[in-house]
């Protein structure tokens, strides 16, 4: 590996980190390996507000069922909001920003009666009950935490959908979850214009939804949407004569908080199952390690609440740690790509938590763009979902954070429910592109099938070779599915270890740098995508008979979709344009734009094994554009090869 710079914490950071040095990291890291039990039970003792207290830290009786703090009683709302109105009551839990810049502040007790208050609604409204699943598709508003929580509050298990996916995603969704209600909003604003949601949850509700028995809308910009009188209620009516106290559901430790629906190698998305009290205690805890936030700070993650950033990073974490978390409805470049600065330097932002595909953009569309803000309230920089290059994170760390801001690159998923690698900003000497070092307690490491640890430079299996509290429980309504999707690619000891998808190597210092995805899982803008849906969506075109679907590396989005698809027919392409365009339709129907094609090549044949195995890595050299490495000759036709390059190339 090439040298690469490294940055020391600065003492501005290092005099206010709870973790301030390397070697009280080591320590902590030694305590986890000596007694696991005993790390994670002092933690859950001190930090969670328990109803009743666990018997057993960590059952591994159904490994890799795991679970963890059994039998203890909690209520997370009671985390995060009841036990601080004591202390901070006053205190703004939530500041949110709308695209066209109205603002509200919701004080730590505002926040109780606005949970409190939708919590009943659900109740006495809509019968909803512990267990029940409440699909939540909202645009970024506060309403959409307000939700959140108030499922948390009376034990039903949300499932938020990100606001960008189609009526037939959303469907899907709901479908998999049997959802009983699904709460919305007529719609909100985008790039200085109304975008609407609402018509989308008619759309998924025409068909074959019948789990849901009604839609509640809250109404944000007030745009005309259908009513339909007997399934649809208003939101901003019926929370009025709501009581502002409703008694917590007390939970157990392992029962369902939510739902994320995430993509994987093959077949439709899974629904990532979170439970309760190893979820909120990492949340928790992450933040006050990795963005060492205080009771002064504002904290900023610019995610949407319908990725897991969104759930762990805006609302739950942020909010278990008593801190101030900012929401904002839009998008980076509206009106100009000093949206973001100007929003730092106006709350006087703290932390700041984004992603490269984010940075990448807004250094392209305004590079000296910070400099005419007053950034320095700023502490400490955050990244989040994809390899940040070391040019986006020179620009990040110099213009951003003048040089002042340690980065901490943030290696998680869906599935993990927080940070598993990142730097420690007050102790862990930073290296551009590397998300580090494992966090305590966290036992990532760089193994081979069979968990033998990789050398420095070799790349290998990014495993986690322990079970740790907020780990996925199962994919719901599909165990197996589980089992297989995460624990059946590598063991260590002989047993089954938490495979992650991604690659990863070890640099010389036992610095971790994340490669990326070994599977067919691609990362667009930051955003999972499974080429398989993608294919299945572009199948759906009448005249596509097969294709396939790879990732080419992207200036901002990080990696860009690129279809090679076969035509029925062969009429040839006369109409390439409008072809390309009605396949993008397709895919904007089936899943959303997210999922658009960047570049189609309509090809007569794919490279496939004789065995009928596509061969993607193939695919996936020429999208690049570089020389095929790989044999060819085990091709059922390997002259389909040359042609695809030909017509790629030209
Ligand atoms: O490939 C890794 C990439 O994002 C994937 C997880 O995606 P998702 O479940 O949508 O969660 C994203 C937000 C946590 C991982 O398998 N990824 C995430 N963070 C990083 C990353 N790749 C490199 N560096 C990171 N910091």
Redesign the pocket.
């Known amino acids: 590996m090439e040298k690469v710079p490294v940055f020391d914490p600065t003492p501005r950071i290092k005099e206010r980190a709870r973790i301030n040095s390397m070697d009280q990291y080591w320590q902590m890291v030694k305590e986890a390996e000596s007694d696991y039990e005993g790390f994670w039970d002092k933690l859950a003792k001190e930090k969670i507000n328990w109803r009743e207290p666990y018997t057993k830290v960590l059952d591994e009786s159904e490994a890799p069922f795991y679970k963890w703090f059994v039998g203890g009683k909690l209520n997370v709302t009671e985390q995060c909001i009841d036990r601080h109105l004591e202390t901070k009551k006053n205190k703004a839990a939530i500041i949110w920003e709308g695209e066209p810049g109205d603002k509200r502040v919701i004080t730590y007790l505002e926040l109780y009666y606005e949970v409190n208050r939708f919590a009943n609604l659900l109740k006495s409204k809509f019968g909803i009950k512990k267990g029940d699943r409440v699909v939540i598709y909202m645009p970024m508003i506060p309403e959409a935490a307000f939700a959140m929580l108030a499922c948390a509050r009376i034990g039903a298990i949300h499932s938020v959908v990100f606001g960008g996916f189609s009526a037939e995603a959303l469907r899907d969704r709901i479908q998999d979850a049997q959802a009983k209600l699904v709460i919305t909003a007529d719609g909100a604003y985008r790039r200085g214009k109304p975008y609407m949601l609402k018509p989308v949850v008619d759309v998924a509700l025409a068909k074959d939804c019948e789990s849901v028995e009604a839609v509640l809308v809250v109404r944000r910009n007030n745009e005309e949407i259908k009513w339909h009188d007997h399934r649809d209620y208003d939101y901003n009516e019926l929370i009025k004569d709501m009581p502002a106290r409703c008694e917590p559901e007390i939970m157990d430790s392992e029962d369902p908080l939510f739902l994320l629906y995430?993509?994987g190698s093959t077949g439709k998305p899974k629904g990532?199952q979170h439970s309760q009290a190893g979820y909120i205690l990492w949340a928790q805890l992450t933040m006050e390690w990795v963005f060492d936030i205080k009771d002064t700070d504002t904290y900023w993650c610019t995610?949407d609440v319908g990725?897991?950033?969104g759930h762990t990073y805006i609302v739950y974490g942020p909010l278990a740690a008593g801190a101030t978390t900012m929401m904002y409805e839009g998008v980076p470049v509206y009106p100009d790509a000093g949206r973001w600065w100007r929003m730092i330097e106006e709350y006087r932002v703290n932390q700041f938590y984004t992603a490269?595909t984010a940075i990448r953009l807004l250094h392209k569309l305004g590079a000296d763009e910070p400099d005419k803000y007053d950034l320095s309230s700023l502490y400490i920089l955050g990244?989040?979902?994809?390899?940040?290059n070391p040019d986006a994170w020179m620009w990040y760390f110099e213009k951003v954070g003048r040089g002042q801001c340690p980065i901490v690159?943030?290696?998680?998923?869906?599935?993990?429910g927080g940070h598993m690698?990142?730097p420690l900003p007050g102790a862990t000497p930073i290296k551009p592109g590397s998300?580090t070092f494992p966090l305590p307690g966290i036992f990532a490491e760089i193994i081979d099938t069979d968990g033998n640890k990789k050398e420095p430079n070799e790349k290998g299996y990014l495993c986690i070779t322990k079970p740790w509290p907020s780990m996925i429980r199962t994919i719901w309504g599909d165990p197996d599915r589980f089992v297989k999707s995460y624990f059946g690619t590598c063991k260590k000891d002989g047993k089954p270890v938490y495979f992650?998808?991604?690659g990863a190597i070890y640099d010389e210092e036992g610095y971790i740098w994340?490669t990326?995805?070994m599977d067919d899982?691609i990362?667009v803008s930051?955003?999972?995508l499974g080429t398989a849906e993608i294919e299945a969506a572009i199948g759906h075109h009448p005249r596509v008979a097969e294709c396939a679907v790879v990732g080419k590396p992207h200036e901002v989005k990080g990696e860009s979709v690129f279809a090679f698809v076969v035509l029925k027919d062969d009429e040839g392409v006369a109409d390439e344009m409008e072809l390309i365009k009605e396949i993008n339709e397709v895919i904007t129907k089936d899943i959303g734009p997210l999922a658009k094609c960047d570049e189609i090549a309509f090809v007569p044949g794919l490279p496939k094994t004789r065995s009928g195995k596509i061969m993607r890595r193939i695919l996936r050299s020429i999208a690049k554009g570089e020389e095929i490495k790989q044999d060819t000759s085990t091709l059922e036709d390997p002259s389909v090869v040359e042609k695809i390059i030909q017509i790629v190339q030209g």
Do not use: F, Y
């Open positions: 995430t993509s990532v995610a990725w897991i950033t490269p990244t989040v979902g994809e390899p940040i690159d943030t290696w998680w998923q869906t599935e993990t690698i990142s998300a992650s998808g991604d994340i990326g995805r899982v990362n930051g955003h999972r």
